[in-house]
């Protein structure tokens, strides 16, 4: 197992098209996060799943996010109509169960332009 | 809710000692984590701690003070490729989100 997979590395994409993000966990954990952050922040969270479901959702993620892990292994990120203020890195990290932290992936940054 | 605070940045010199302190308040608690950030790259973990007191590993130590709601990281012998970003995260007694403080850019000298 090579840790947590995100695809792209890099998106740059015009305002008001629609964007997906891929997530592949390490394969043996049930939970999976994402988490937005912007250049000199901490990471916000957006989401969560445990298995296939998601428990979770931030209040700052709007109605163009949308997030889903349909056979509880990866997960998708869908930004639809973005916004310049939507450019950040987005990470994604899994965990097994509630005793360990996270380990994260490397990131996919968008730029909306 | 929960409010995390630690220092935007610190400066220190190679071979000293750096402390980076944390607090935070939330309705909850369920442990507090430690992770190192590198310009551009992922989140790493370094320590947790989910009792008070000192946890040691190597040149990295974290406290813990749940009735203060006060951490540290103690980062010892500081070597260049140490000047990073440190963050502080807090799990709530529900689940397993964490939350992020804003992080503590570190600058190591010569």
């Known amino acids: 197992d090579t840790g947590v997979s995100q695809n792209p590395r890099h998106k740059i994409t015009k305002r008001g098209q629609n964007v997906t993000f891929r997530c592949d966990p390490i394969?043996?954990?049930?939970?999976l996060y994402w988490y937005r952050q912007t250049l000199g922040q901490g990471p916000e969270f957006l989401t969560y799943?445990?298995?296939?479901?998601?428990?979770?959702k931030s209040r700052l993620l709007s109605d163009r996010f949308s997030a889903e892990r349909p056979k509880g292994s990866f997960s998708t990120l869908e930004i639809q109509r973005t916004e310049q203020g939507d450019s950040a890195m987005y990470l994604c990290?899994?965990?097994f169960g509630t005793g360990d932290g996270y380990t994260f992936g490397s990131g996919t940054r968008l730029t909306v332009v | 809710g929960q409010n995390i605070d630690q220092p935007t940045e610190m400066t220190a010199t190679e071979g000293a000692i750096v402390q980076i302190n944390c607090t935070y308040q939330?309705?909850?608690?369920?442990?507090l984590f430690w992770y190192q950030q590198h310009a551009g790259e992922a989140p790493t973990f370094l320590s947790y701690?989910?009792?008070?007191g000192l946890e040691e590993k190597g040149r990295f130590s974290s406290f813990l003070s749940r009735s203060k709601g006060y951490s540290y990281l103690l980062l010892k012998e500081l070597q260049m490729k140490d000047s990073a970003s440190y963050l502080c995260?807090?799990?709530?007694?529900?689940?397993?989100?964490?939350?992020f403080g804003g992080g503590t850019r570190v600058l190591v000298k010569p």
């Open positions: 990290a899994s965990s």
């Open positions: 394969s043996e954990h049930n939970r």
């Open positions: 799943f445990q298995n296939e479901a998601q428990l979770e």
């Open positions: 939330t309705s909850g608690f369920n442990g």
């Open positions: 701690n989910v009792l008070d």
């Open positions: 995260a807090v799990r709530k007694a529900a689940g397993n989100k964490l939350t």
